[in-house]
């Protein structure tokens, strides 16, 4: 472990990757800033630009991009009050009326240190969870992993409101059905591919992902009018020592936010905007002035943001330990392991345990920077919001194009970038979630094969399923969970 | 402004919604019986490659038979719903195809330029210095840093 851990720190310092987390920290928070691009957006477009790029380079600077993004949605939160992010959207509450208070440079600092104080906590939980949990994980067999990926389906399906339940349910089942497109993994049965060359190894996950989230959200974005831009006032300075010392003043409420931020993050199907409300009424329920929050409560803006800033390190748990993406931003990055050979896992400890470290290394050396960019840059970060739609919009589409056709030099997976971007843009004005899919189409083949392998191996008994003490235990609370969501559904108003 | 609203309500959406997803549930569970290739031997205990696609299939089925069963209850929201169709994004998406096109035959450079300076003019762009100057700054920015910097191969076009 020490010399994976030497060797990640090697990694994250070398000269070449401080220059792209240079690069590539403002440019996470640029994305952020942006309502309607955001993280997931940003990471999608920026993800072509790994291709070219070793391993590591390529992976830590979407690591660095996913940090900066999650601050930026702060920046917006704060000044227009409006969340560059979902995660933002508590950031709002208290941000914006600080702004209008004429604290706006408070604000942001507040974001900024709060923001880097939460990444970094989750990143030390990352350190010592990831390796801890991935030991474990390499004693699983099909049957494990089988009970795993159902149950991160599941989370991520019942993760969303009562309206959208049984729209997250369609959509996690449209997924796990897409991903049996191809060739059969256990034989030579060509499934849904109509005699399509290119399907025979499935349906490959950049273009659909680029289709989805980007050539969408492009297409949705062409249908909004222009912003009407005020920026909050930036007169009054708070010093980054200053605001240490606040921070020192709102240490509880920092700390139990980076907890629940971490904690939520890494349980599959949550997210950032979860942990923010969660960290955000805590806080409030702490507090011995609950009715100032809303009003300009430094204390609500510290638990939004180190909340959704300790996501970035949770959500990277199950991830690398055991390859089930946590978030859609950490199921986008699964694409960037998989570009260069790498699958994550347990097995990811074993085979590449040096780009590991270097992930946690990045994560630390990136949030050091989104100090540095937060606490100068403010104005400028400040001045893209001015940046109009119908500039951002022909700039995604192009990005998409390379990222769609960069893989395999294929226009088919242009083609199907494009019909992807036809079906998320429909699904988004039918109130369809377009995460499940996602989450469908990765966690689809692990689960069959799981399936499959297992009752081989039990001679076609289905009670291997539950007479094995891991999986008994996640298909044990995928149940309880599928019932309580039916108990609230059928007994619970809202 | 006002954001614009559909004739379809929102329990009209869900029902087309619905209708669409147990149509394509129904005809891929036909599909599903026409798989090509063999196997190339039987696996004692193995469920096979129909199994699991026929048991979401009929899953997806279910579900949209709810979805439907919930957009004619009494709580279904009769509120409009957003306008599926609008005139700017599916202009947009017809340039983007004719981009996706004419890259084949010109090539990146030339096909991208045409099309950012096409979709600036759909979106309404009409700064001079913005049509002049953002289309090719972009497309040499990214065919530099892709093609040059990065080694990623972009389209060369059959013309060139």
Redesign the interface.
Same mark, same amino acid.
């Given at each position: 472990m020490l010399e994976n851990l030497l060797a990640g720190w090697q990694i994250a310092l070398s000269p070449q990757l401080l220059l792209i987390l240079s690069f590539s920290v403002p440019l996470g928070i640029i994305v952020g800033v942006m309502p309607g691009v955001g993280a997931v957006v940003g990471v999608t477009v920026l993800l072509?630009?790994t291709?070219?790029?070793d391993a590591s380079s390529g992976i830590c600077m979407l690591v660095a991009v996913y940090c900066g993004a999650f601050y930026g949605g702060a920046v917006s939160a704060i000044l227009i009050n409006t969340p560059g992010t979902p995660a933002a959207i508590c950031t709002t509450l208290d941000g914006y009326p600080m702004a209008l208070k004429g604290e706006a440079h408070k604000a942001l600092t507040a974001a900024v240190v709060a923001s880097v104080l939460g990444g970094l906590i989750s990143v030390i939980a990352l350190t010592f969870a990831a390796p801890f949990i991935a030991t474990v994980a390499l004693k699983f067999s099909y049957t494990e992993y089988f009970a795993i990926a159902i149950f991160g389906i599941i989370m991520v399906i019942t993760s969303g409101s009562r309206k959208s339940f049984?729209?997250g349910?369609?959509m996690g089942?449209?997924g796990?059905?897409l991903a049996?497109v191809g060739?059969?993994k256990?034989?030579?049965?060509?499934?849904?591919?109509f005699?399509i060359l290119d399907l025979s190894r499935g349906l490959p996950l950049l273009p659909v992902v680029v289709g989805l989230f980007a050539?969408s959200q492009?297409?949705?974005l062409?249908?909004q009018?222009a912003r009407a831009v005020q920026l909050g006032k930036m007169e009054q300075k708070t010093g980054l020592w200053e605001m240490f010392k606040i921070m020192w003043d709102h240490k509880m409420t920092l700390l139990k936010s980076s907890g629940i931020g971490t904690g939520v993050g890494a349980i599959p199907g949550t997210g950032a905007a979860i942990a923010s409300f969660v960290a955000y009424s805590e806080a409030k329920r702490a507090s011995k002035h609950p009715e100032t929050f809303g009003e300009g409560e430094i204390d609500g803006l510290i638990a939004s943001e180190s909340s959704n800033n300790s996501v970035t390190g949770g959500a990277l748990i199950p991830l690398l330990s055991l390859g089930i993406p946590g978030d859609p931003i950490t199921a986008i990055m699964m694409g960037a392991f998989l570009v260069h050979g790498l699958i994550p896992g347990p097995m990811l400890f074993v085979e590449a345990g040096s780009l590991v470290y270097a992930i946690f290394a990045t994560m630390l050396v990136a949030y050091v920077m989104i100090l540095v960019f937060g606490y100068f840059g403010a104005r400028p970060f400040a001045a893209i919001l001015k940046v109009?739609?119908?500039?951002l919009?022909?700039?995604i =589409?192009?990005?998409s /194009?390379?990222g769609a056709?960069?893989v395999n030099?294929s226009?088919f997976d242009?083609?199907l970038a494009?019909v992807f971007?036809?079906l998320g843009? =429909?699904l988004n004005? /039918?109130?369809?979630p377009l995460a499940p899919i996602l989450m469908g189409i990765i966690l689809g083949p692990i689960a069959?094969e799981g399936?499959?392998q297992s =009752?081989?191996v039990?001679?076609?008994s289905w009670s291997i399923l539950v007479t094995q003490p891991i999986s008994a235990v996640f298909l044990g609370v995928t149940l309880l969970i599928i019932l309580r969501k039916a108990y609230v559904l059928v007994f619970k108003k809202e | 402004?006002g954001e614009k609203q559909s004739s379809l309500s929102?329990k009209q959406?869900?029902l087309?919604?619905g209708i669409l997803?147990l149509s394509f549930s129904v005809v891929?569970y036909y599909?599903?019986y026409h798989?090509?290739?063999?196997?190339?031997e039987t696996?004692?205990?193995?469920?096979g490659?129909?199994f699991?696609?026929r048991l979401?299939?009929g899953?997806?089925a279910m579900?949209?038979i709810?979805?439907i069963f919930?957009s004619m209850s009494k709580n279904a929201q009769s509120v409009p719903?957003?306008?599926?169709f609008?005139l700017?994004?599916m202009v947009?998406?017809a340039a983007?195809?004719i981009?996706?096109y004419l890259?084949?035959f010109f090539g990146y450079i030339i096909a991208?330029m045409a099309?950012?300076l096409l979709?600036?003019f759909l979106?309404?762009?009409r700064a001079i210095w913005?049509l002049i100057l953002?289309p090719p700054l972009?497309?040499f920015a990214?065919y530099f840093?892709?093609g040059s910097?990065?080694?990623?191969?972009?389209?060369s076009g059959s013309l060139f």
């Amino acid at each position: 472990m020490l010399e994976n851990l030497l060797a990640g720190w090697q990694i994250a310092l070398s000269p070449q990757l401080l220059l792209i987390l240079s690069f590539s920290v403002p440019l996470g928070i640029i994305v952020g800033v942006m309502p309607g691009v955001g993280a997931v957006v940003g990471v999608t477009v920026l993800l072509p630009l790994t291709f070219g790029m070793d391993a590591s380079s390529g992976i830590c600077m979407l690591v660095a991009v996913y940090c900066g993004a999650f601050y930026g949605g702060a920046v917006s939160a704060i000044l227009i009050n409006t969340p560059g992010t979902p995660a933002a959207i508590c950031t709002t509450l208290d941000g914006y009326p600080m702004a209008l208070k004429g604290e706006a440079h408070k604000a942001l600092t507040a974001a900024v240190v709060a923001s880097v104080l939460g990444g970094l906590i989750s990143v030390i939980a990352l350190t010592f969870a990831a390796p801890f949990i991935a030991t474990v994980a390499l004693k699983f067999s099909y049957t494990e992993y089988f009970a795993i990926a159902i149950f991160g389906i599941i989370m991520v399906i019942t993760s969303g409101s009562r309206k959208s339940f049984l729209k997250g349910l369609i959509m996690g089942t449209f997924g796990l059905i897409l991903a049996t497109v191809g060739q059969d993994k256990m034989g030579t049965v060509e499934r849904f591919t109509f005699g399509i060359l290119d399907l025979s190894r499935g349906l490959p996950l950049l273009p659909v992902v680029v289709g989805l989230f980007a050539v969408s959200q492009a297409l949705l974005l062409t249908e909004q009018g222009a912003r009407a831009v005020q920026l909050g006032k930036m007169e009054q300075k708070t010093g980054l020592w200053e605001m240490f010392k606040i921070m020192w003043d709102h240490k509880m409420t920092l700390l139990k936010s980076s907890g629940i931020g971490t904690g939520v993050g890494a349980i599959p199907g949550t997210g950032a905007a979860i942990a923010s409300f969660v960290a955000y009424s805590e806080a409030k329920r702490a507090s011995k002035h609950p009715e100032t929050f809303g009003e300009g409560e430094i204390d609500g803006l510290i638990a939004s943001e180190s909340s959704n800033n300790s996501v970035t390190g949770g959500a990277l748990i199950p991830l690398l330990s055991l390859g089930i993406p946590g978030d859609p931003i950490t199921a986008i990055m699964m694409g960037a392991f998989l570009v260069h050979g790498l699958i994550p896992g347990p097995m990811l400890f074993v085979e590449a345990g040096s780009l590991v470290y270097a992930i946690f290394a990045t994560m630390l050396v990136a949030y050091v920077m989104i100090l540095v960019f937060g606490y100068f840059g403010a104005r400028p970060f400040a001045a893209i919001l001015k940046v109009k739609e119908s500039i951002l919009v022909p700039i995604i =589409l192009v990005i998409s /194009f390379i990222g769609a056709y960069a893989v395999n030099s294929s226009l088919f997976d242009v083609g199907l970038a494009l019909v992807f971007g036809i079906l998320g843009y =429909l699904l988004n004005k /039918f109130n369809f979630p377009l995460a499940p899919i996602l989450m469908g189409i990765i966690l689809g083949p692990i689960a069959e094969e799981g399936l499959r392998q297992s =009752l081989m191996v039990s001679d076609g008994s289905w009670s291997i399923l539950v007479t094995q003490p891991i999986s008994a235990v996640f298909l044990g609370v995928t149940l309880l969970i599928i019932l309580r969501k039916a108990y609230v559904l059928v007994f619970k108003k809202e | 402004m006002g954001e614009k609203q559909s004739s379809l309500s929102v329990k009209q959406g869900d029902l087309t919604a619905g209708i669409l997803l147990l149509s394509f549930s129904v005809v891929f569970y036909y599909f599903s019986y026409h798989f090509s290739g063999y196997e190339i031997e039987t696996i004692p205990h193995d469920t096979g490659p129909a199994f699991l696609p026929r048991l979401l299939l009929g899953a997806l089925a279910m579900e949209a038979i709810a979805l439907i069963f919930s957009s004619m209850s009494k709580n279904a929201q009769s509120v409009p719903m957003k306008p599926v169709f609008q005139l700017k994004p599916m202009v947009m998406l017809a340039a983007f195809v004719i981009y996706i096109y004419l890259t084949t035959f010109f090539g990146y450079i030339i096909a991208t330029m045409a099309f950012m300076l096409l979709a600036f003019f759909l979106l309404g762009v009409r700064a001079i210095w913005t049509l002049i100057l953002v289309p090719p700054l972009i497309t040499f920015a990214t065919y530099f840093l892709f093609g040059s910097v990065l080694n990623i191969y972009l389209p060369s076009g059959s013309l060139f």
